[in-house]
C-alpha cells in the first residue's frame, strides 16, 4: 500500500494515505450525526494512519492513531452503552446525550493541554530523530484530550477538533502530505458542522 496511487501538488500520495484519507472523512462525518458506526471505521483509519505518520518521522502522531485505535472501542461503547451521572443525579438510560463541561473543567482541559504539549515536546525531541517535536506535540496531545471529550459527547470536543484540525493542515503541509493536509481540511469545516449540529441537539434535549 505504500505505492504510488498519484502526485498532488508535487508530493506522492500512496494507497495507505487514500484508503486512510476515505475511512477517516467517513468516520467524522458519522461523528457529526451522532452515528456510532463511525467508531469502527476510526479503528481501521487510525492503523492506517499510524504506520502513514511512522514512515513520515511523525512519531507523535503515529503513537496517537495506536491511542485512537484503542480508545474507539471505549468511545463504540460509550455511545450505545454509556450512562452520566451528575450532581447526584440518577444515571441516563443507556447511550449518552449531548453536554457541556462546567467553566472549572475547561480550564483543567486548557492546563492540561499545554503541559502536555511541553512534556511531549521534550520527548519527542529528545527521544526521537524528529524534526518537528513541539509542531507534532500539540495536536496529538490536543488529540487525545479531544477524543475522550467526544467519546463522552461533549460540546467543547468539538472546539478541541477546530484547533487541532487548524494546526495539522500546517504540520502534514510542511510534511507535503497534501492529501491528509486537504483531508484536515474537511475535518476543519466538519468541526463547525459538528459544533453547530451539537448545540442545536443539546437545545432539543
Same mark, same amino acid.
Given at each position: 500500500?505504500?505505492? %504510488?496511487?498519484?502526485?498532488?501538488?508535487?508530493?506522492?500520495?500512496?494507497?495507505?494515505?487514500?484508503?486512510?484519507? +476515505?475511512?477517516?472523512?467517513?468516520?467524522?462525518?458519522?461523528? +457529526?450525526?451522532?452515528?456510532?458506526?463511525?467508531?469502527?471505521?476510526?479503528?481501521?483509519?487510525?492503523?492506517?494512519?499510524?504506520?502513514?505518520?511512522?514512515?513520515?518521522?511523525?512519531?507523535?502522531?503515529?503513537?496517537?492513531?495506536?491511542?485512537?485505535?484503542?480508545?474507539? +472501542?471505549?468511545?463504540?461503547?460509550?455511545?450505545?452503552?454509556?450512562?452520566?451521572?451528575?450532581?447526584?443525579?440518577?444515571?441516563?438510560?443507556?447511550?449518552?446525550?449531548?453536554?457541556?463541561?462546567?467553566?472549572?473543567?475547561?480550564?483543567? +482541559?486548557?492546563?492540561?493541554?499545554?503541559?502536555?504539549?511541553?512534556?511531549?515536546? &521534550?520527548?519527542?525531541?529528545?527521544?526521537?530523530?524528529?524534526?518537528?517535536?513541539?509542531?507534532?506535540?500539540?495536536?496529538? &496531545?490536543?488529540?487525545?484530550?479531544?477524543?475522550?471529550?467526544?467519546?463522552?459527547?461533549?460540546?467543547?470536543?468539538?472546539?478541541?477538533?477546530?484547533?487541532?484540525? %487548524? &494546526?495539522?493542515?500546517?504540520?502534514?503541509?510542511?510534511?507535503?502530505?497534501?492529501?491528509?493536509?486537504?483531508?484536515?481540511? &474537511?475535518?476543519?469545516?466538519?468541526?463547525?458542522?459538528?459544533?453547530?449540529?451539537?448545540?442545536?441537539?443539546?437545545?432539543?434535549?
Amino acid at each position: 500500500m505504500l505505492e %504510488s496511487a498519484f502526485t498532488l501538488w508535487g508530493g506522492t500520495v500512496t494507497w495507505l494515505e487514500v484508503i486512510a484519507f +476515505v475511512l477517516a472523512l467517513a468516520c467524522v462525518a458519522l461523528s +457529526v450525526f451522532e452515528i456510532h458506526w463511525g467508531w469502527p471505521l476510526m479503528i481501521v483509519s487510525s492503523l492506517l494512519y499510524g504506520r502513514l505518520f511512522f514512515e513520515h518521522r511523525l512519531y507523535g502522531d503515529a503513537g496517537l492513531q495506536l491511542f485512537f485505535a484503542l480508545i474507539a +472501542v471505549w468511545g463504540w461503547w460509550q455511545w450505545v452503552f454509556g450512562r452520566r451521572v451528575t450532581d447526584g443525579a440518577a444515571a441516563q438510560a443507556a447511550g449518552l446525550r449531548i453536554v457541556a463541561l462546567a467553566v472549572r473543567r475547561r480550564v483543567l +482541559v486548557v492546563l492540561g493541554w499545554v503541559m502536555g504539549w511541553g512534556l511531549l515536546g &521534550v520527548l519527542l525531541g529528545r527521544a526521537t530523530d524528529t524534526d518537528v517535536p513541539y509542531f507534532d506535540a500539540f495536536p496529538t &496531545v490536543g488529540s487525545v484530550i479531544g477524543q475522550v471529550l467526544l467519546g463522552r459527547k461533549f460540546i467543547e470536543s468539538w472546539w478541541v477538533w477546530m484547533v487541532v484540525n %487548524s &494546526v495539522s493542515i500546517a504540520l502534514f503541509a510542511y510534511k507535503e502530505l497534501w492529501l491528509t493536509a486537504a483531508l484536515y481540511l &474537511v475535518f476543519l469545516g466538519l468541526s463547525v458542522v459538528g459544533l453547530a449540529r451539537w448545540r442545536r441537539m443539546q437545545r432539543v434535549a
